[in-house]
């Protein structure tokens, strides 16, 4: 099992940068993919983007590509996502989740394993 927080979030005006981080517990975290997803008030919690396991392979929802990256440090327990030319719609609770699996899920259905979330506005 595995237990996850994130951190890094916060208010920032339109067109600027957050990173936000999601620590892992556990020696195992290597062999676990990664997912970032969000939830804004009213609707239903969405994909943002995933990374495997060995971080070789990235995910992304058309909504923030080529402006997110995702990323991980194995040693360090940690995989971050960086979020530049942030807009208003991205205002939303930020969640990371973990799986085990050779195959990356692009569903919530696919993690098992979440964090308690953390909040970022955007400001226009």
């Known amino acids: 099992q595995v237990q996850l927080v994130e951190s890094g979030g916060g208010l920032v005006q339109a067109g600027g940068s957050l990173r936000l981080s999601c620590a892992a517990s556990?020696?195992?975290?290597?062999?676990?993919?990664m997912g970032w997803f969000r939830q804004a008030p009213g609707k239903e919690r969405e994909f943002v983007g995933a990374?495997?396991?060995?971080?070789?392979?990235?995910y992304y929802a058309d909504s923030v590509k080529g402006r997110f990256t995702i990323s991980r440090d194995n040693a360090k327990n940690t995989v971050y996502l960086q979020m530049n030319s942030l807009k208003p719609e991205d205002t939303a609770v930020y969640y990371c989740?973990?799986?085990?699996?050779?195959?990356?899920?692009?569903?919530?259905?696919?993690?098992?394993?979440w964090g308690q979330g953390t909040q970022v506005t955007v400001s226009s």
């Open positions: 990374i495997s396991w060995s971080g070789g392979t990235t």
């Open positions: 556990g020696r195992t975290f290597s062999t676990y993919n």
């Open positions: 989740a973990a799986a085990l699996g050779m195959r990356v899920s692009l569903t919530t259905r696919g993690y098992p394993y």
